[in-house]
Structures are given as C-alpha cells and as structure tokens.
C-alpha cells in the first residue's frame, strides 16, 4: 500500500521503514535471509536516485535513512523499494503504485 509522507526540504536522517510480507506463488513467506534492497527516489525534476537501504529479515521490513541530496529540492517525490532476494528474484514495495513525498521549503535561507 503506498503511503504519503511530508518533509522540509534538506532535512537528513529521516528514518522511512515499509514492511516485506511478501509471499510467494503457494502463500509462504519469502525468505528475506540475505536479501538486499534499494531505497528509490525520483526527484520533483524526474531525476531517480538508487540509494542502498538495509532488510530485517526478522522483521519483514526495509529501511532507510536520508542523506544530505535526497531532498534538496521544495516540491513531489515518489519513493519506492527494490528488494532483490539471495536467489536472486526481485519485488517492488509498494506493490502498487509509489510512496508519495512532499518536501516542503524550510526557514532557513542558505
């Protein structure tokens, strides 16, 4: 399910998370043991950056932190997750549609 999410624009550290419940084609869960993901992000410009996001496979979640260029610009991202398993099939989180981000301007003038 996709979510929204509001930000101030150049705001670093900001933690996302989304849950892998993923299964596959007999209703079991995937094994997420070794499984990497890709944390990725287009820009209100249409650029798209891959950023290396890390998987709890206890958890069944991914997770991210922003770095200082993911939100250097006021307006819309789209945000989602690339998770590649150790046997090397790949899933989209959301599995439908895209995370929304909203990077709104901050106060500070630099």
Known sequence: MSETLNVKRGDVGIPFEDDADLEDAD???VDLTGATVLF?????SGQTYARI?????????????????DFEDVGAYYQEWQ???SSGDIATIPTEGQNHIFAAPDLNPT
């Open 53 to 69: 996001g890390a998987v709890d496979p206890a958890l069944r979640v991914v997770t991210y932190k922003s770095v200082a260029q």
């Open 40 to 44: 990725l992000l287009r820009t209100p």
């Open 83 to 85: 998770l590649t398993t």
């Open 27 to 29: 209703g079991n869960a």
